[in-house]
């Protein structure tokens, strides 16, 4: 019933329809599903079985004041904040992650992580509490150990009563099985971070019930980037459903060298290591004895056109995560879209499905979908 009133909502809003003021849009009735599905939002929390503390308050408390805290760092310099920084959107404005050493990726936003499957721009790891675990054992970033950590839970009073009020037990001599805990509190955390409603948002919802006076408060400019968004460019096969990703990696034809003689294998190298992790689903620190959710990492396969491909990022306050691309490339969304519209295929791999085509966007197309993409940030940050 709500998707036909959403249908009879969007007859009466094309162009000379009878009765309505006309929209200057080439939206149509086709194009009413694929919008329905970049919502609701925000999704409803959902427990991650792998990490038996989930959702608990608690949990949540303590991975908050563990992501502010430098003591989890070798030198005790630096925290999770201090790359993911809050005021910009989690991430930290720098083309490439800055930590310890620099870093050969972009700093990617941790808003809406729970929306995702793969970690990182590699999906080196399958679960949020390991991907927390990797930089604060990363030479590179925060450069801790697991006794060094697992010391620094045992020996500062408020940490450790911290962990005692999240998993019922002080820190006792296992200093992996520690350290893992710590990690899946602040996967705990990272799970509430949830971008706030747009205004793309009250369009797609006033379109699922049939509103249609607000349905058309919603920018021409904005509307004409959607379809857009929808037909011609197909940006919704990769940026698809409530998240605007679909959460798997592809190659966009960036470069993959970092420096000469070296390369960044992306999803290649992602897979080899998520199969050799300890933390994987498959592994024992997974707190879900069924695996239910390990499925895709036992079935994963390593193939050659995995090399140079990764992750599709969520499209979501995009305007506050700049620079753009898995190396931080492209400072702006305009560059973002240049490089659509003058692909070079010769970059793209040979094999398999061919998606992408140079998309010779005129300058007002260009308009348009920006327009779009800005509808897809909050109002107030």
């Known amino acids: ?198 205004p793309f948002d009250d369009f797609r919802d006033a379109v699922a019930r049939g509103d249609r006076a607000a349905a058309a408060a919603y920018p021409a400019t904005a509307q004409r980037g959607l379809a857009l968004f929808l037909g011609r460019a197909r940006c919704y096969v990769c940026h698809g459903g409530p998240n605007f990703s679909n959460g798997e990696f592809s190659d966009i034809g960036m470069p993959f060298f970092i420096a000469k003689g070296q390369v960044d294998p992306g999803r290649h190298g992602g897979i080899q290591a998520l199969q050799r992790s300890r933390y994987n689903l498959l592994g024992p620190f997974n707190d879900d004895a069924t695996r239910s959710t390990a499925t895709s990492t036992r079935h994963v396969l390593l193939e050659h056109r995995h090399f140079g491909e990764f992750k599709v990022p969520s499209l979501r306050n995009l305007a506050r995560t700049a620079p753009y691309m898995h190396d931080g490339s492209l400072s702006t969304l305009r560059e973002v879209l240049r490089h659509y519209s003058e692909l070079d295929e010769n970059r793209l791999h040979a094999d398999g499905e061919r998606i992408l085509v140079p998309l010779r966007l005129s300058e007002g197309e260009t308009e348009d979908l920006l327009a779009f993409l800005d509808s897809l940030n909050e109002d107030r940050p």
């Not at 694929?34 to 427990?47: D, E, K, Q, T």
């Not at 608690?58 to 005790?76: E, H, M, N, V």
């Not at 993911?84 to 990726?105: E, V, W």
């Not at 697991?146 to 296992?174: C, E, I, M, N, V």
């Open 1 to 198: 019933m709500r998707r036909a009133a959403a249908l009879l909502l969007w007859a009466a809003l094309l162009p000379g329809a009878i009765g309505a003021q006309p929209l200057a849009s080439p939206l149509s009735n086709d194009d009413i599903p694929r919008i329905l599905a970049f919502g609701p939002w925000p999704p409803p929390p959902v427990r991650d079985p792998s990490n038996r503390v989930s959702g608990q308050p608690a949990a949540i408390a303590f991975g908050a004041t563990l992501f502010q805290d430098a003591r989890l760092s070798r030198d005790g310099t630096l925290s999770c904040a201090s790359c993911h920084q809050p005021a910009q959107a989690f991430s930290d404005g720098l083309p490439r992650a800055r930590g310890l050493q620099s870093g050969m990726r972009n700093t990617p936003g941790l808003a809406n992580v729970s929306q995702q499957r793969w970690f990182g721009w590699d999906g080196a790891n399958d679960n949020l509490w390991a991907q927390s675990l990797r930089p604060l054992l990363d030479a590179r970033e925060m450069g801790g150990s697991l006794p060094q950590l697992a010391h620094t839970l045992r020996s500062q009073s408020d940490l450790r009563k911290a962990y005692h009020k999240t998993f019922g037990l002080a820190p006792g001599d296992d200093d992996e099985r520690i350290v893992v805990d710590a990690a899946k509190a602040l996967a705990a955390y990272q799970e509430t971070l949830v971008t706030p409603r747009t």
